[in-house]
């Protein structure tokens, strides 16, 4: 079964970096893609950033040239240069085949000097 458990988010002030970590049980960074999405107050759910199994990747417009996203022993998503606009709660997901999707419980992002 699939197990994600998000980490690494934190208090920081505009321009910080911060990175996020997201443990999966097994091995489906070579199965699935995965994505990390985010929530802030008031606004909808927002696609961040996603991995494939093979290691390309892709970003949503307003995180680009400032976040990546990788993976290791866990999937990563470093955060440079961070913004006000950046402050949600972030979530990791993992996508099957089926195109069911895993969700983390989340970490809080805040950015706010």
């Known amino acids: 079964q699939v197990q994600l458990v998000e980490s690494g988010g934190g208090l920081v002030q505009p321009g910080d970096s911060l990175r996020l970590a997201c443990a999966a049980s097994?091995?489906?960074?070579?199965?699935?893609?995965m994505s990390w999405y985010r929530q802030a107050p008031g606004k909808q759910r927002e696609w961040v950033a996603t991995i494939a199994p093979g290691g390309s990747t892709d970003y949503t417009d307003s995180v680009k040239g400032r976040f990546t996203i990788s993976k290791g022993n866990a999937v990563y998503l470093q955060m440079n240069d961070l913004k006000f606009e950046d402050t949600a709660v972030y979530y990791c997901t993992a996508k099957t085949l089926g195109g069911f999707s895993y969700w983390g419980q989340g970490t809080q992002v805040t950015v706010s000097s």
């Open positions: 097994g091995s489906i960074f070579n199965f699935y893609d």
